[in-house]
Every structure is written in C-alpha cells, then in structure tokens.
C-alpha cells in the first residue's frame, strides 16, 4: 500500500495556519476589548447628561445652588437600581456653582473599579476625565 498519491496538509503546514490564527487573535482581542469598552463609556456619558439635567433642574429649584440636592429630587429613576447598567453611579461636591459626577465601572461583565469615568462642572466649565480604560477620555 503506497501513500504516495494522497493530497491534504501537512502537519508542518497545519502549525504554521494555527500560530498565524494565534497571532492574529493576539492582535485582535484587545482591540474589541477597547471598541467595547468604548460603547461602555457612552453609556456612562449618556446617564451622565440625565443626571446632569436632574441637577440643573434641582439647581433651579433650590433657587441657585446645587447644594442638598438628591437623586430623588431629579425626576428620573435611579439609575443604579438598573440591573444591567455597568456602571454605578455618583456626585459629590455639591456646592453654590458645581458639582462632580463619578461613573465606576462595576464588575458586571468582568468590569474593574478602578475604571472611572468623572464629570465636573463648576465656574470654569465642564471638564470630563477617566483612569484605568477610561484614561485620556474627553
């Protein structure tokens, strides 16, 4: 019995076609990785601008300030209470001309903490910022 005639790949051929697939993968992943996380941020953004409206809305009802103003004042559901939101939310330094929003990236879908996105107002503007994955967002 001859093997001679027999066509198909060798394993040589068939190693080589699988590092190829590794590096391309090695390549890739990271890449979806942050065009996810990108999509991620936006919805941070886009609960940011609510809450952000509720304070101005609170800031008009308290004759000017943002001071002792609340998540319940705002007219809108909280939004940590939604069960796939990936983030949990906040705001501090609430003061007569400003305040801070915080969006930490919970753990929901292997998230990391220590990715926050803020978002600031006070008299000179807003300024939005980011560590972690979220590092150099604007």
Not at 10 to 29: C, K, N, P
Request: glycine content about 10%.
């Amino acid at each position: 019995m001859s093997y001679d005639n027999q066509k198909g790949p060798t394993l040589l051929e068939l190693l080589i076609v699988l590092i190829v697939i590794s590096i391309l993968a090695a390549v890739a992943f990271p890449k979806l990785y942050s065009i996810i996380e990108a999509s991620r941020s936006q919805e941070a953004f886009n609960t940011i601008t609510v809450i952000r409206n509720g304070l101005e809305h609170c800031y008009l009802s308290n004759g000017g300030t943002y001071q002792n103003c609340a998540i319940n004042d705002f007219l809108i559901d909280d939004p940590n209470n939604n069960p796939g939101s990936h983030f949990v939310y906040s705001f501090a330094d609430l003061s007569q001309d400003g305040f801070t929003i915080r969006a930490v990236r919970n753990t929901l879908d292997k998230g990391n903490p220590a990715d926050i996105i803020e978002v600031t107002q006070g008299p000179g503007g807003i300024v939005r910022s980011g560590t972690g994955a979220f590092q150099g967002i604007k």
